[in-house]
């Protein structure tokens, strides 16, 4: 087994006196895709706002290859190659998708507004912002206004973007919600590539049962701020415990 890229230990957020997320203890692998399942509002978002940093711990530690996080900005952690997924409140939505996705490589270069750059530092911009549009199946959207993007289209620029951000880490949270059956395939299509680098550890949150078969290496299960259990999706599903406090209902929801 590889090193964990990401541990969350003993981690827990308090909200006057309710405990959203209490003393969950895990640890992230590259190659690996983690589904984080449970009923609603058993904690799965405040828990990933935890480790992306929207959310400051009341105790325990996040911890990205050694070097911990706890107490970092958002944007600190990205820096440490946290990624997350937001529905596009990093977009410019007047420019096209490709312009969008040259900001998103641009940032990642370390290049920042500076503007007068040679001609082939811009090329090489361009190509990589090609890659991520090739590789995300926005090629022929390329030229539109981001803003005119159809739904599942938005989703895909997501990807896109975080993509060119190259994190080590993805973060999405419930990545087909509101999609339409015909897209939400090709988003989660893209989200399982992303595990063909072995370097790059995946983690989704997820309501629907069939996303999480089709997708998850390993499955963990959050109940009233707590991690219930861990492990082979198969086998945690079929657990009494679990079917009693979550899959029981989500079956039927799904
Ligand atoms: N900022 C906040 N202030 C107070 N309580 C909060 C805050 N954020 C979350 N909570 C509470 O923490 C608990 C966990 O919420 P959270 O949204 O993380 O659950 P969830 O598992 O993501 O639920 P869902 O599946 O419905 O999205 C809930 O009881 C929620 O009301």
Redesign the pocket.
């Known amino acids: 087994m590889t090193q964990p890229s990401l541990i969350t230990r003993d981690l827990t957020i308090r909200?006057g006196g309710?405990v959203?997320v209490n003393a969950v203890s895990c640890a992230f692998h590259p190659g690996e895709l983690t589904v984080i399942v449970?009923?609603?509002?058993?904690?799965?978002?405040?828990?990933f706002n935890l480790i992306s940093g929207q959310l400051t711990a009341s105790s325990g530690q996040v911890i990205k290859d050694g070097v911990e996080l706890t107490k970092m900005a958002p944007s600190g952690r990205a820096h440490h190659g946290i990624g997350r997924a937001f529905q596009l409140t990093n977009l410019f939505p007047a420019l096209s998708v490709l312009e969008n996705i040259r900001l998103a490589v641009q940032a990642r270069a370390g290049m920042g507004w500076r503007l007068l750059r040679p001609v082939s530092h811009f090329r090489a911009l361009t190509e990589k912002a090609e890659h991520y549009l090739e590789a995300t199946r926005l090629t022929a959207r390329a030229h539109q206004p981001a803003a005119l993007l159809p739904h599942g289209d938005q989703r895909k620029l997501e990807v896109a973007l975080l993509m060119a951000m190259e994190p080590d880490i993805y973060m999405f949270d419930e990545p087909t919600a509101g999609m339409s059956l015909d897209h939400a395939p090709e988003v989660l299509e893209l989200i399982a590539g992303l595990k063909r680098d072995t370097s790059k550890t995946v983690l989704l949150?997820e309501?629907k049962m069939e996303v999480v078969r089709a997708l998850a290496d390993r499955i963990i299960v959050?109940h009233n701020?707590e991690l219930l259990a861990s492990g082979d999706p198969a086998e945690v599903m079929a657990s009494q415990l679990v079917r009693d406090v979550y899959l029981g209902k989500s079956e039927d929801a799904a």
């Not at 009923?39 to 828990?47: E, L, S």
């Open positions: 909200f309710h959203a449970g009923p609603n509002g058993a904690g799965k978002t405040t828990y949150v309501h959050l701020g």
